[in-house]
Nanobody, 126 residues
Framework: QVQLVESGGGLVQAGDSLRLSCAAS????????LAWFRQGPGKEHRFVAT????????NYADSVKGRFTISRDNANKTVYLQMNSLKPEDTADYYC???????????????????WGQGTQVTVSS
């Protein structure tokens, strides 16, 4: 069983940066595919970014490419989401998710991930 705890959200202005963290406990962190999703009010979870077990393969939603960077520290069992040039449309609750092994091309689908954190709120004012 893996527990995920996000932190780092907050209220910022457009153009600012934030770094989200997701600390894991339990499980074999180094073999997990990790991802960040976000969910706006009344909306479904939407894919943001994913990183493979070794950290050498990443994928991003088109809406965040060039602004967000996902990274992981297997020694400290933590995944990060560096968010730069934030926009009001980035406002959402952000969740990290994990799944053991490779998820192939299904990385954008929330249903393929087995473990989820409780979320951290990000609000970007204009």
């Amino acid at each position: 069983q893996v527990q995920l705890v996000e932190s780092g959200g907050g209220l910022v202005q457009a153009g600012d940066s934030l770094r989200l963290s997701c600390a894991a406990s339990g499980g074999l962190f180094s073999i997990y595919t990790l991802a960040w999703f976000r969910q706006g009010p009344g909306k479904e979870h939407r894919f943001v970014a994913t990183i493979n077990w070794s950290g050498d393969s990443t994928n991003y939603a088109d809406s965040v490419k060039g602004r967000f960077t996902i990274s992981r520290d297997n020694a400290n069992k933590t995944v990060y989401l560096q968010m730069n040039s934030l926009k009001p449309e980035d406002t959402a609750d952000y969740y990290c998710a994990a799944r053991s092994g490779n998820v192939g091309d299904a990385y954008t689908r929330p249903g393929v991930y087995d473990y989820w954190g409780q979320g951290t709120q990000v609000t970007v004012s204009s």
